[in-house]
């Protein structure tokens, strides 16, 4: 069952999905409406779920779940990623590309390739101050502080 996004609680379970590129107005449409049809139907052994998504950056995909109506499963889980896997193909787009570090500088949304990291560092192009997303939040509360200097996350190795 298809909820507000601000109807799911602090503690709802979110997963974030992140685009390996940015998404175009219309396919931030296209996905909002096929996000819609999904979580309408969503279900976890039998009962609805309570779900809500948000599109941030026009590259994040946040499902986020208000587990105080009912818990996900392990199978609608996998309905999910499913379902983001499909989405994918149809758009073009890999949701589940891990090696990319999301930062922000000068309010631009910048990513770089974790390989290509050292030297991203090393050209003075992310500093121990960039802002990183930490897209392994597990709470929608959390998202409060998913923005976090790069020296506070696990790139801190890089400046000790």
Same mark, same amino acid.
């Given at each position: ?9 602090? @503690? ?19 996905? @909002? ?60 787009? &890999?949701?589940? &590309? ?17 390989? &290509? ?16 997303? &930490? ?26």
């Amino acid at each position: 069952m298809l909820i507000n996004y601000y109807e799911v609680p602090k @503690e709802g379970k979110i997963w974030v999905y992140q685009a390996n590129r940015q998404l175009t107005e219309n396919e931030v449409l296209r996905l @909002e409406n096929e996000l819609s049809k999904f979580i309408s139907t969503w279900e976890s052994h039998g009962v609805a779920l309570k779900a809500a998504y948000q599109i941030l950056y026009k590259r994040f995909v946040v499902l986020a779940l208000d587990q105080n109506h009912h818990a996900a499963s392990g199978c609608s889980i996998d309905k999910s990623v499913h379902f983001f896997q499909e989405l994918g193909k149809n758009f073009g787009i &890999d949701f589940f &590309d891990r090696t990319q570090v999301f930062f922000l500088e000068k309010e631009a949304l910048k990513n770089i390739s974790i390989k &290509d990291l050292r030297n991203t560092i090393k050209e003075g192009n992310m500093k121990a101050e960039s802002l990183v997303f &930490d897209t392994t939040v597990q709470h929608k509360g959390d998202l409060e502080n998913w923005l976090k200097p790069a020296k506070e996350t696990w790139l801190a190795k890089y400046w000790n």
